[in-house]
C-alpha cells in the first residue's frame, strides 16, 4: 500500500507544487503552471463503471523550448528528455491526487535533466588488475597455438 500523504517516513522531495501551482524543482528553477498542460482521461483496468466513468487518470507534459528554463537548462533537458516531456499517473482512485503524483513525477524527470553531471576521473587501472588481464591473455594465446597443427613448410 502507499504511503499516505504527509508521511513523516516519506524521504524528502526534491519537487514541490506551491501555493500558486507553479513547479519548484530543488534550488535549480520554477515552471510557472501555465507552462505545464494538464489533460485527464479514465484510468481503465478493473473497477468496474466507477473506473469507466471517473476521469481521474492525469497526463501533464511540458514543452521544453517554450518553457522558462534558463538557456543551459533548457539544451540540458531537450537533450536528455526531447522537445515535449510527459508524465502520467492513475495510481490513485482520485484525480487530485494523480495530478499531485504526475507533476511530482514531471519535476522529478526535469530535475534529474537539468542537473549536472560532475565529469569523470580517469583513473589508472592497479597493477593487480592488468597483471590479471595480462596473465589472460597470455593463457588464451596459448590455447589458441596449441590448437594449430606443426608448422608445415614446403
Known sequence: MAPRRGDPSDP?????????G???????AVIPAEEIEVRTTTSGG???????????????????A??????TSRARAQAVLGPVVRA???????QHRNHEAALAQLGERLLDAITPRPPRR??????????RRLEQKRSRAQTKSARRG?????
Open 12 to 20: 524528502p522531495s526534491r519537487v514541490r507544487v506551491d501555493a500558486a
Open 22 to 28: 507553479d513547479l519548484v524543482l530543488g534550488d535549480r
Open 150 to 154: 606443426p608448422d608445415v613448410e614446403a
Open 66 to 71: 517554450d518553457s522558462s528554463l534558463d538557456a
Open 46 to 64: 478493473p473497477g468496474g463503471q466507477h473506473a469507466n466513468r471517473s476521469m481521474t487518470k492525469v497526463v501533464v507534459s511540458l514543452r521544453v
Open 88 to 94: 502520467s499517473a492513475s495510481r490513485f482512485r482520485s
Open 122 to 131: 580517469a583513473t589508472r587501472p592497479t597493477r593487480a588488475s592488468v597483471e
